[in-house]
């Protein structure tokens, strides 16, 4: 993925399933099509530990699926649903200058799919989506190291690097904890638990609408990225 040009002030950064979506597609496909989703959990249980690769445990997770490729996409375009706060922060985020980079431990013909659901194709177009094609991007344990491209934002000298913001939930995103200026920890999901494992800043949140809110007032000045990392906090 290329810098985008020109450099804004703000990037927001995020991950999809489970953070973008209601449901995660990769873990619905799972448990549904694939072995179940007490083997996902197992697996997942195993990651964070740090006693098996976030890769490994997601290529199992795909192996178990035997449903063709196309019937997935139509399947999940079926039951999947994004968070109904995320198209008004969509909208803010577009007319403020701030762009969004989805960075997927997904495949990105689903996540397109998925998109167009709720957005026009000139919508789906403005977002930069780095997922997979069904394929591993990379060769570390992640598949997808996500902090890779956040760090070509984070590298740059002071005066060009941009505040950056990251959501998330889950063990795709823990490459990606420590890279940003403010990280928005799906509550009740297991990037909080490695957050305060790693005393890694972060606040969390259960849907858009507080995202858009923090968001908003950073960019305009009202509070720090600093003063917003709060931990867990009260429903």
């Known amino acids: 993925m290329v810098l985008i040009s020109p450099l804004p002030k703000f990037i927001f950064f ?9 449901q995660d597609s990769n873990d619905h496909m799972t448990d549904t099509l694939g072995f179940g989703r007490e083997r996902r959990l197992a697996l997942a249980t195993e ?13 199992e997770m795909l192996n ?3 449903t063709p490729y196309d019937q997935c996409i139509d399947f999940l375009v079926d039951h999947v649903q994004l968070d109904p706060y995320f198209k008004e922060f969509f909208t803010w985020c577009r007319a ?14 689903i996540i397109k799919a998925l998109f167009r659901k709720f957005l026009t194709e000139e919508e789906v177009e ?19 190291d996500k902090s890779v ?12 690097r941009p505040t950056m913001f990251y959501a998330g939930d889950g063990v795709s ?7 940003t200026d403010l990280l928005f920890a799906r509550a009740g999901k297991d990037l909080v ?16 609408s507080s995202i858009h809110k923090t968001v908003a007032a950073i960019v305009a000045g009202q509070t720090t990225t600093a003063a917003e990392a709060k931990g867990r906090l009260e429903n």
């Open 193 to 208: 638990t490695y957050c305060e494992a790693q005393n890694v800043p972060f606040v969390t949140f259960n849907d858009f």
């Open 126 to 144: 403005w977002l930069t989506i780095a997922g997979w094609r069904i394929a591993f991007l990379d060769n570390t344990p992640h598949g997808h």
């Open 173 to 179: 995103d823990l490459s990606a904890a420590k890279e």
């Open 149 to 160: 491209e956040i760090r070509k934002y984070s590298s740059l000298p002071e005066g060009q």
């Open 14 to 22: 995020t991950d999809f399933d489970g953070t973008i979506t209601q």
């Open 47 to 59: 990651v964070l530990a740090e006693r098996l690769s976030f890769r490994d445990a997601f290529d």
């Open 64 to 66: 178990s699926i035997t």
């Open 96 to 109: 403020n200058g701030v762009p969004i980079v989805v960075l997927s431990g997904g495949m990105k013909p």
